[in-house]
Nanobody
Framework: QVQVVESGGGLVQAGGSLTLSCVVSGATFSNNAMGWYRQAPGKQREMVATINSGGLKRYSDFVKGRFTVSRDNAKKLVNLRMNSLESEDTAVYYC???????????????WGQGTQVTVSS
């Protein structure tokens, strides 16, 4: 069983910063892509950032250079550093473990339970 656990969410003022963390257990990590997604009330889940097994990163356009994803394979850890937060960033943020080394959807992919990020306007 793959365990994916996010942490670091909370309340932050607009313009502030926050770092989310995600740890994986019960599965390989270094050969797997990882991703961050978010879902706001009334909206569909959307991709925020991904990082493949080689460390290559991709970001959604709405991040606008504000977020940075990184990984530490020794700790089976992936972080999402969020800067210049806006009210529109308010959402539950989910960490995703990809079965593949690239961020392509597969039935074996695993999700964390999510961590709430609230940006006050």
């Amino acid at each position: 069983q793959v365990q994916v656990v996010e942490s670091g969410g909370g309340l932050v003022q607009a313009g502030g910063s926050l770092t989310l963390s995600c740890v994986v257990s019960g599965a390989t990590f270094s050969n797997n892509a990882m991703g961050w997604y978010r879902q706001a009330p009334g909206k569909q889940r959307e991709m925020v950032a991904t990082i493949n097994s080689g460390g290559l990163k991709r970001y959604s356009d709405f991040v606008k250079g504000r977020f940075t994803v990184s990984r530490d394979n020794a700790k089976k850890l992936v972080n999402l550093r969020m800067n210049s937060l806006e009210s529109e960033d308010t959402a539950v943020y989910y960490c995703k473990w990809f079965y593949s080394g690239v961020a392509y959807t597969h039935p074996a992919d695993a999700w964390g339970q999510g961590t709430q990020v609230t940006v006050s306007s």
